[in-house]
């Protein structure tokens, strides 16, 4: 005998911002911060994202400014499938943590990178949900 599962509405709701953060956070930042970078590192192009993570006072700016570029494309990719949910919204999370600050601290309006941290901390929180790729099915007997 099979059992239906019925997904609650919690599970919908994680879903939908999981997808949600991925549209906005990639289409918006990701895939072109993620573009400036491969040409950074493969074609040696000047990226000034550097300049911008090295006054925030991070050692190996280069480094630091990939790894922003990775967590904007790459760890939100995770997120919206639901594979490591919760490590990938920490990365995610520490990432934005560091825009709110330059934006709050420059005086710059931070309301999207607030918005897009708060996601992000509660992903951490509450995991991907049902629908995710990464889920451990339960073992019935």
Same mark, same amino acid.
Do not use: C, Q
């Given at each position: &005998? /099979?059992? &239906?599962?019925?997904?609650?509405? &919690?599970?919908?709701?994680?879903l939908l911002l999981r997808l949600g953060l991925a549209a906005l956070l990639?289409?918006?930042?990701?895939w072109t911060r993620l573009i400036r970078a491969f040409d950074f590192v493969v074609h040696g192009q000047a990226w000034t994202f550097v300049g911008v993570v090295q006054r925030l006072g991070?050692?190996?700016?280069?480094?630091?400014?990939?790894? /922003?570029?990775? /967590?904007?494309?790459v760890a939100v990719a995770f997120i919206a499938l639901g594979l490591f949910t919760r490590p990938a919204?920490?990365?995610?999370? @520490?990432?934005?943590?560091?825009?709110?600050?330059?934006?709050? /601290?420059?005086?710059?309006? @931070?309301?999207?990178p607030a918005l897009y941290l708060l996601i992000a901390?509660?992903?951490?929180?509450?995991?991907p949900g049902a629908f995710a790729v990464g889920r451990r099915k339960a073992v019935r007997k």
């Open positions: &005998m /099979s059992v &239906m599962t019925r997904f609650s509405e &919690m599970d919908w709701g994680l990639i289409g918006l930042h990701g991070f050692p190996f700016p280069s480094v630091f400014a990939v790894l /922003s570029a990775l /967590s904007e494309s919204a920490a990365i995610v999370a @520490f990432n934005l943590a560091v825009a709110f600050y330059n934006e709050a /601290s420059k005086g710059d309006p @931070f309301e999207l901390a509660t992903l951490v929180v509450t995991g």
